[in-house]
């Protein structure tokens, strides 16, 4: 069964730049996240799709961060304009339903963002 | 007070140790609780999760103590190849969301 596929895998931009990732989770799987991990932390959740509705972003920096999930199934998350403080690993996860606390999340590869 | 919190480490441990990580967490309401685990520069990885009367696998014991709010793992008989991250999550009741802790840094040694 293929994973949660993430893209790109590293990214180097300047502060006041943009940048997105793309993430595809695992067939099948209604519930996708995206994480931010900055360095000697745990993942922090920025924001939660429940198939195509938004379930969680009450940690997501909307001034500066969007995500979608258009269709359901892939989901692109914006940083526009870029901070130092932004730097970190971008995490996507994805879980089968996500409606019970004990659902098993999946998570892909990460995108490392180094902005300078 | 953090809502789950980790002691950093590192653990450095030599092979054939056994370690034990604690994971306090500060919502009495968190019903659900899971170890992750996550090598350098790797994504996460479910390690097992954390039921109420305590659960094993393999060389991996995990343990809940609700009256003093804190999770453990306990690895037996310590291999190289356990040299990682040990990140653990715990969801609040009625929340599908979360909230992990730092990790704490193992390190097994020859």
């Known amino acids: 069964e293929a994973g949660v596929a993430q893209s790109p895998r590293y990214k180097i931009i300047e502060k006041r730049q943009s940048v997105a990732f793309w993430c595809n989770p695992i067939s099948g799987h209604a519930t996708l996240y995206w994480y931010q991990q900055i360095l000697g932390q745990g993942p922090k959740l920025l924001i939660q799709f429940q198939n195509n509705g938004v379930v969680d972003d009450s940690q997501l920096p909307k001034d500066r961060f969007s995500a979608e999930r258009l269709k359901g199934v892939d989901s692109t998350l914006k940083i526009q304009p870029a901070k130092l403080e932004d730097s970190a690993v971008y995490l996507c996860?994805?879980?089968?339903?996500?409606?019970?606390?004990?659902?098993?999340?999946?998570f892909g590869p990460g995108t490392r963002l180094t902005v300078l | 007070r953090k809502e789950v919190e980790q002691d950093p480490g590192p653990f450095n441990v030599p092979e054939g140790a056994t370690v034990a990580f604690n994971c306090t967490y500060s919502?009495?309401?968190?019903?659900?609780f899971f170890w992750y685990r996550q090598d350098c520069r790797k994504e996460p990885k479910l390690l097992m999760s954390v039921y109420s009367s305590g659960n094993e696998d393999g060389r991996f014991t995990a343990q809940l103590n609700r009256a003093s709010q804190y999770i453990s793992l306990l690895i037996r008989d310590s291999k190289l190849s356990d040299s990682a991250t040990y990140l653990c999550?715990?969801?609040?009741?009625?929340?599908?969301?979360?909230?992990f802790g730092r990790g704490t840094s193992l390190i097994v040694h020859p």
């Open positions: 999550a715990v969801n609040v009741r009625g929340s599908y969301i979360p909230t």
């Open positions: 996860a994805s879980s089968l339903e996500g409606l019970q606390s004990t659902d098993t999340q999946y």
């Open positions: 919502n009495s309401a968190s019903q659900s």
